[in-house]
T-cell receptor, first 113, second 117 residues
Framework: SQQGEEDPQALSIQEGENATMNCSYK?????LQWYRQNSGRGLVHLIL?????REKHSGRLRVTLDTSKKSSSLLITASRAADTASYFC?????????????FGQGTELSVKP | GAVVSQHPSRVICKSGTSVKIECRSL??????MFWYRQFPKKSLMLMAT?????????EQGVEKDKFLINHASLTLSTLTVTSAHPEDSSFYIC?????????????FGAGTRLSVL
């Protein structure tokens, strides 16, 4: 199955810095979502951006979507140690039915206090 | 709202035994649930889509007789790993499609770590 590519695979920053993660995908989509996973836990939904949207904000999160380049970015501003987690993008492809998502490989973010 | 409970969180079993994992939507009805498998530091691999009242749809390469899925009610889906072997050891996660206003979002359980000895 096709999956998104995320980069970087791992990112280590200091508290207070911004963290940017990128996601590329291969097919036309209905929407793109970002999820967060703490180590050994399930995923938590962060934000959804529709294919006709270019940018979306939620608190310290900013997501952009460029459908012409089939890419998205997640920016976390003023990071905190509690933001340490893995972040996954997930695409709801047009050809998919029933709500299936295709997950990227993930970016492991480490925020050092 | 939209809470999904997964049980057990951890299970250790002997090779050859069967293990059942439960996934419950606590405060909403979930007509569609998903089962994933995740290897260390890897992405989620979709195993199957579970629809209430009908047979599960398995992804290519997933043995349906090995991984039995039952979605008998609008709040419960179960995954049974039959005749488990050490190579089945993994982290299994379920999710449910959200209620109407969040129908494009998946709500995840906390996962089950299966270790087969």
């Amino acid at each position: 199955s096709q999956q998104g590519e995320e980069d970087p695979q791992a990112l280590s920053i200091q508290e207070g810095e911004n963290a940017t993660m990128n996601c590329s995908y291969k097919t036309s989509i209905n929407n793109l979502q970002w999820y967060r996973q703490n180590s050994g836990r399930g995923l938590v939904h962060l934000i959804l951006i529709r294919s006709n949207e270019r940018e979306k904000h939620s608190g310290r999160l900013r997501v952009t979507l460029d459908t012409s380049k089939k890419s998205s970015s997640l920016l976390i501003t003023a990071s905190r140690a509690a933001d340490t987690a893995s972040y996954f993008c997930a695409t709801d492809a047009i050809y998919n039915q029933g709500g299936k998502l295709i997950f990227g490989q993930g970016t492991e973010l480490s925020v050092k206090p | 709202g939209a809470v999904v409970s997964q049980h057990p969180s951890r299970v250790i079993c002997k090779s050859g035994t069967s293990v059942k994992i439960e996934c419950r939507s606590l405060d909403f009805q979930a007509t569609t649930m998903f089962w994933y498998r995740q290897f260390p530091k890897k992405s989620l691999m979709l195993m199957a889509t579970s629809n209430e009242g009908s047979k599960a749809t398995y992804e290519q390469g997933v043995e349906k007789d090995k991984f039995l899925i039952n979605h008998a009610s609008l709040t419960l889906s179960t995954l049974t790993v039959t005749s488990a072997h050490p190579e089945d050891s993994s982290f299994y996660i379920c999710s449910a499609l959200g209620p109407l206003l969040a129908k494009n979002i998946q709500y995840f359980g906390a996962g089950t770590r299966l270790s087969v000895l």
